[in-house]
């Protein structure tokens, strides 16, 4: 079993959807996590952190669901611009960060 | 932009021979981590530096080394390149190894023939 594991889409969706990705992981002593979006042949940047209690930047909310080792990242009114792939990252604690293979989002006119 | 900057952008190699990629970190910051990211796959964890001191590995073959130096950049060498280390390497530079200060080089593009 993959340490992170998402669905890589992609998901193809139109301007002003609200679209959602979801992202497991396996190791329960995980400590952080994040999402990240990296744009075709770019660096991968910080989007946002993810918190136990949900957080919110925008149009942008992640959650956190420790019990069932599941993060979720929410965008609403959906830009041409989101168009990325969006990585899952845990910290495990150990120095180390573990991405997923990243979610595709495609968004249209 | 970030201050994060890496070298060369791109390179060729041949099987078998040696390469050295080099990172400057942002100012301020005195942690690099290495990672390799393989085409249509997320970034894999290779190593971190701290203070010039390797600190935490993945899981990577010992033919993967590196260095930081005292100004806090940091080289990653790979010794008897096999086909499948083509990749993008990236570098990150934080403070303290926080994640939240982490930020990410424009990685080099590795391709072996």
């Known amino acids: 079993r993959k340490e992170v594991e998402q669905d890589p889409g992609p998901f193809n969706v139109p301007e002003g959807a609200t679209v959602a990705f979801n992202c497991t992981y396996s190791?329960?002593?995980?400590?952080?996590f994040f999402w990240y979006r990296q744009d075709c042949r770019k660096e991968p940047k910080l989007l946002m952190s993810v918190y136990s209690s949900g957080n919110e930047d925008g149009r942008f909310t992640a959650q956190l669901n420790r019990a069932s080792q599941y993060i979720s990242l929410l965008i609403r009114d959906s830009k041409l611009s989101d168009s990325a792939t969006y990585l899952c990252?845990?910290?495990?604690?150990?120095?180390?960060?573990?991405f997923g293979t990243g979610t595709r989002l495609l968004v249209s006119p | 932009e970030t201050g994060v900057t890496q070298s060369p952008t791109h390179l060729i190699k041949t099987r078998g021979q040696q390469v050295t990629l080099r990172c400057s970190s942002q100012s301020g910051h005195n942690t690099v981590s290495w990672y390799q990211q393989a085409l249509g796959q997320g970034p894999q964890f290779i190593f971190q530096?701290?203070?010039?001191?390797?600190?935490g590995r993945g899981n990577f073959p010992p033919r993967f080394s590196g260095l930081q130096f005292p100004n806090y950049s940091s080289e990653l060498n790979v010794n008897a390149l096999e086909l499948d280390d083509s990749a993008l390497y990236l570098c990150a530079s934080s403070l303290d190894g926080d994640p939240e200060t982490q930020y990410f080089g424009p990685g080099t593009r590795l391709l072996v023939l």
């Open positions: 990252v845990v910290d495990t604690g150990f120095q180390k960060l573990v």
């Open positions: 530096y701290y203070r010039e001191e390797e600190n």
């Open positions: 190791n329960s002593a995980s400590q952080s």
